[in-house]
């Protein structure tokens, strides 16, 4: 496009980072700035803008190391200015607590504001245990771009048991949300059904709740796997001991039931890349412990989890922003935190791509993206 309007008379100027390149799967390459525009432009003057005015000397050493292990790219260093803000970085061991509760009140101790500080994440998974720790310390937050905690898949099942528990799955809220907790329940774990059988058992289920079981079993009469009979056969026995559950029951024994008697984490480990089966993992049981806080049974917990969900988060104002690495980009905070920072989530790695391999030079250039946001933690 720009050729045929420039023409051989218009002078054209263009402004890009190929370090900075991220935007690969809607159409941006490293080679439109590296080859692209000598080609249809020839001889051109390049102009290298070398000094970063937002972070300093020990946040552009790490960035520079990083990017300069990437050979598609053109060699250069980003300097920060020297009267730019001597930079801080910091390590923490991911754990209970989540450590982003200490940051985040260590840097509200100093008068800093929440909207100074963003919490940056590869795959929008990773955002649910800091999700549960920020809700579980009433510290304010925007998730910017998704779905907040509770319309997390793992979540959403856990959530579906419990209301079973309570014998409340088909009056969740509204009917659509019936129907995606069940759906949720029979994927967490799956049940290798087709999606229309799938769906079909929902409303089945979502109809006369206080028989799931027998459906459940009934189904798996008819099937021709034995493996995924007793699978099926498996899951009704849990369905129908967790519907004779007293809903006084504290809420984090219902859980742990569930993950026990479902084989839960086993499932994930089996039908997930490692990375990914972790996060689950790691999901599930920030749950639970949230679950734990209030020591409260089922039925205070769900009184507590629809007054969580019907208030905002966030409600704007003095909020801690959460957001993906890519809606980062061209951004900039004083305090940064990048969660989950594990191999196979941040370099994340594609399930056609176990080494990694293949898209590692991509990776490389999300997280100079990522850890260059901040300018002073």
């Known amino acids: 496009l720009l050729v045929h309007i420039g023409g051989s ?5 263009v402004v890009g980072d190929v370090d900075q390149c991220i935007y690969q799967w809607r159409g941006a390459k490293p080679e439109y700035i590296l080859s692209r525009f000598d080609r249809d432009f020839p001889r051109p003057t390049t102009y290298t803008l070398s000094f970063t005015f937002r972070y300093g000397h ?3 050493l790490a960035a520079n190391h990083l990017i300069s292990n990437n050979s598609f790219r053109d060699r250069k260093l980003c300097l920060a200015r020297p009267d730019n803000p001597d930079t801080r970085i910091y390590c923490r061991q991911e754990g209970d607590p989540h ?3 200490n940051i985040i009140n260590s840097w509200r101790e100093k008068n800093r504001s929440l909207q100074e500080a963003a919490v940056l994440v590869r795959i929008y998974a990773q955002a649910v245990p800091v999700e549960l720790a920020l809700l579980e310390h009433n510290i304010p937050y925007q998730l910017v771009g998704h779905a907040t905690v509770f319309g997390c898949p793992e979540i959403m099942a856990l959530l579906g048991y419990l209301h079973l528990c309570q014998g409340s799955l088909a009056k969740a809220e509204t009917p659509a ?6 759906s949720a329940m029979l994927t ?8 229309d059988e799938l769906k079909t058992l929902a409303g089945k289920i979502r109809s006369a709740p206080e028989s799931a079981a027998d459906q459940l079993h009934q189904l798996a009469d008819g099937l021709e796997s ?3 009979a007793a699978r099926m056969a498996n899951l009704a026995t849990v369905w129908y001991e967790l519907s004779r559950i007293p809903a006084s029951t504290p809420a984090d024994r219902v859980l742990e039931k569930v993950i026990r008697k479902t084989e839960l984490y086993d499932h994930y480990l089996f039908s ?5 089966a972790e996060n689950k993992i790691k999901t599930c049981q920030a749950f639970v412990r949230f679950s734990r806080r209030g020591n409260l049974d089922v039925n205070g917990f769900l009184a507590e989890i629809r007054q969580l969900t019907e208030a905002s988060p966030g409600c704007g104002g003095n909020a801690l922003q959460i957001t993906s690495i890519h809606r980062a980009k061209g951004l900039e905070w004083p305090l940064v935190i990048l969660p989950g920072l594990e191999d196979g989530a941040l370099p994340y790695r594609q399930a056609d791509d176990p080494e990694g391999g293949k898209d590692i030079e991509d990776e490389r250039r999300l997280f100079y993206v990522a850890m260059t946001r901040a300018s002073e933690q």
């Not at 967490?188 to 999606?195: A, D, E, R, T």
């Not at 997930?272 to 990914?276: G, K, L, T």
């Open 188 to 195: 967490n774990p799956h049940l290798w059904l087709k999606q």
């Open 9 to 13: 008379r218009a002078q054209v100027m």
């Open 226 to 228: 034995k493996f995924l």
């Open 177 to 182: 949300r019936s129907l995606a907790l069940i």
């Open 272 to 276: 997930s890349r490692p990375a990914i």
């Open 58 to 60: 020990r946040l552009a």
């Open 99 to 101: 450590p982003v509760v």
